[in-house]
C-alpha cells in the first residue's frame, strides 16, 4: 500500500531553518509530482511547493527564495528546505503524491522565540 510519512519538524526561532523529509513507498516514486502543503490552526490547507518527476520546481509566493523542495528518487525521498523561517511558517506540514494521490500524517512546524 502507499504510505508517506513526514519527519524533521520542531520548534525553530524565526530566522532559523528546518529540512523536512518524506519518505514514499508503495508508489513508482521516480514517475511522481510530488508536493508540500501546510496547515496553519484554524486555516485551510495550502500548497507549498511541488517538485515534477524530471526535477521541475514551483513555489507558493509566500515561501519563494526561502523554501527549496528537491527529491532523491534512490532513496524514494522528497524534502523540504526551509531557511529565514518566520511565525507565520507555523503550521502542520503534508507530503502528497499525485499517482496515486496520497497524504503523509504531517510534521508540526513551530517558529517561535
Known amino acids: 500500500q502507499v504510505q508517506l510519512v513526514e519527519s524533521g519538524g520542531g520548534l525553530v526561532q524565526p530566522g532559523g531553518s528546518l529540512r523536512l523529509s518524506c519518505e514514499a513507498s508503495?508508489?513508482?516514486?521516480?514517475?511522481?509530482?510530488m508536493d508540500w502543503y501546510r496547515q496553519a490552526p484554524g486555516k485551510a490547507r495550502e500548497w507549498v511547493a511541488t517538485?515534477?518527476?524530471?526535477?521541475?520546481?514551483n513555489y507558493a509566493d509566500s515561501v519563494k527564495g526561502r523554501f527549496t523542495i528537491s527529491r532523491d528518487n534512490a532513496k524514494n525521498m522528497v524534502y523540504l528546505q526551509m531557511n529565514s523561517l518566520k511565525p507565520e511558517d507555523t503550521a502542520v506540514y503534508y507530503c502528497?503524491?499525485?499517482?496515486?494521490?496520497?497524504w503523509g500524517q504531517g510534521t508540526q512546524v513551530t517558529v517561535s522565540s
Open positions: 517538485i515534477t518527476s524530471g526535477g521541475g520546481t
Open positions: 502528497k503524491s499525485y499517482v496515486p494521490i496520497r
Open positions: 508503495g508508489v513508482i516514486f521516480s514517475r511522481n509530482t
